[in-house]
C-alpha cells in the first residue's frame, strides 16, 4: 500500500513545524529565499492562487500577518500580493542602505575633523 501525500492547504506543513518555511522580519534580506520556499511548497501540494494568498501570512509573524493581510492583493491574488510584499521591502531597504551611505559620509567628514 503506498502512502500518498495530502494536497492543497491541508497537505501544507504546520507554521510551527521545523521545516515550514520562516521568515523574519528583523531580516529582510531574507525574503527572496523565504518566497522561494514558501512557492515550492505550495505548489507541491497544488494551492490555487487564492489559497497561496491565505496560507503565506500563516509562515510570518503576528506584525508582519497584520501588515500583508493589508496588502492589495491578499484576499484573491498571489502574484499582485507578492509584488507588494517585495515593493514594501525593497523601499525599506533601499531607505536603510541610503541612511546608512549618509552615516558612513558623515563618519568619514568627523574624521576629516570637517563636522562643525
Known sequence: MSMSMATGVL???????????????RNPEELKEFMEEFEELAKRHGLTMKEKTKMVVK????????????????????????????????KTLLEDKLA?????KLVKKSAKGSIC
Open 59 to 90: 509562515y510570518v509573524d503576528k506584525e508582519m500577518k497584520k501588515f500583508w493581510k493589508r496588502l492589495e492583493g491578499y484576499r484573491d491574488d498571489y502574484g499582485i500580493l507578492k509584488r507588494k510584499i517585495i515593493e514594501a521591502y525593497s
Open 100 to 104: 546608512v551611505a549618509k552615516l558612513v
Open 11 to 25: 497537505g501544507m506543513l504546520a507554521p510551527e513545524s521545523r521545516r515550514a518555511p520562516e521568515f523574519d522580519s
